[in-house]
């Protein structure tokens, strides 16, 4: 198949895009490089069956010629940042919301069938039914949440009017090598920097999922495979979750540091819009024979490890973005 690939010189994209070249596929990214990097991806010259485009999603008119030919896009290209959405009220609605709609016109004008959407827990706002089911009605508290539910609901759209079949995974926190992103990313760059004593942001009783990437990759790929709805909404998770004050004890157990002196910047959220409890129902993408292998723990513990051998990218990024 020939896929294009929104976002796959990121985290999550470039994983994807290695399973895809792993099963035979030609590939074209579609990445402007904003947090992601090439390095991410094979190069050409090793796989002739990759190729990286460097380009935005907004500049639609490049879009839509890139898109030529595809029988499946994957649209990770996004803001990934859930916490800027008060200090920058546009980059949500530009980048999630009408970047998606330019990738779905793109596709109706060159005829692609079919979309893979990364889509986020957020969008349940502060849900109260735990875990939580895909039919959940939710409420927002987020510009990020708000622009990934409406993501949703154009893809929808587009796929009844233009017989498109789509995926909209709902993913809780994915952690795991490349990893340039989140919690871990900000608690060890935090003790780099301060090795006595970690910044938490909230009381560090959130409780949140997280899955790691292989897993996660497993799963998009079993439930495509299995679930051939015309439009699938699929919540991608773990069966358990930690809180973030045992996660933080994790990571600096796997930097070798003791003594930290936690400091709590206080209340139940870390910031506006974040949710105390992600806790997802999984049983939809288990019937496609999911099953997460990697512990949440030895998740942290690979990931902290990963982050201390690549300290180019901890380097790359400012802290204080985080992923959901
Ligand atoms: N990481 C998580 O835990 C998580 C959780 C829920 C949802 N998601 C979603 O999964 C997707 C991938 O996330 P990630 O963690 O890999 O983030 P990432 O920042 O590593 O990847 C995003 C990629 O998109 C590219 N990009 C951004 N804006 C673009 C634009 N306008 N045009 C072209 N390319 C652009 C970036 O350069 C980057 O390579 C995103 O849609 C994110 O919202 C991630």
């Known amino acids: 198949m020939k896929v294009f690939v929104t976002g796959g010189a990121g985290f999550i994209g470039s994983h994807i895009v290695d399973e895809l070249l792993r099963q035979g596929n030609g590939v ?3 990445d402007n490089l904003s947090t992601g990097f090439e390095h991410h991806l094979p190069s ?3 796989n002739n069956n990759i190729k ?3 380009g935005d999603i907004l500049d639609y008119s490049k879009l839509v010629c890139a898109m030529e030919g595809f029988e499946l896009v994957f649209h990770l290209a996004a803001n990934a940042d859930v916490r800027g959405g008060k200090a920058n009220t546009q980059i949500d609605l530009e980048q999630n919301i009408i970047g998606t709609r330019n990738v779905l016109e793109a596709m109706r004008i060159n005829h692609v069938p079919e979309i893979v959407f990364t889509s986020s827990a957020t969008v349940y706002g502060e849900p109260d039914v735990f875990p939580t089911p895909e039919t959940y009605a939710p409420l927002q508290t987020s510009l990020y949440g708000a622009s990934k539910l409406s993501a949703e609901a154009m893809i929808q759209a587009y796929s009844e009017y233009f017989s498109i079949r789509s995926y909209m995974f709902r993913f809780v926190s994915w952690i795991g090598e490349r990893y340039s992103h989140g919690v871990v990313y900000d608690f060890v760059k935090k003790l780099q920097t301060n090795p006595r004593e970690l910044e938490i942001l909230g009381d560090g009783n959130q409780r949140k999922s997280y899955l790691h990437v292989e897993d996660g990759v497993q799963g998009i790929f079993l439930a495509i495979a299995n679930i051939r709805e015309q439009k ?3 919540n991608l998770g773990h ?3 930690m809180n973030v ?3 933080a ?3 600096i157990e796997e930097m070798g540091l003791e003594d930290v002196k936690f400091r709590f910047t206080g209340g139940e959220r870390g910031w506006l819009g974040d949710s105390p409890f992600v806790h997802l129902d999984i049983s939809k993408i288990c019937s496609a024979g ?11 513990r690979r990931t902290t490890r990963y982050l201390l051998e690549n300290q180019w990218l901890l380097e790359s990024r400012p802290m204080g973005i985080t992923g959901a």
């Open 28 to 30: 074209v990214v579609y």
């Open 239 to 241: 069966e358990s979750y």
């Open 44 to 46: 050409p010259a090793i």
């Open 249 to 251: 004890s994790i990571v």
């Open 245 to 247: 004050m045992r996660l």
């Open 290 to 300: 999911f099953k997460p292998r990697v512990t949440i723990e030895e998740g942290i």
């Open 52 to 54: 990286l485009i460097v």
């Open 232 to 234: 699938n909404v699929i």
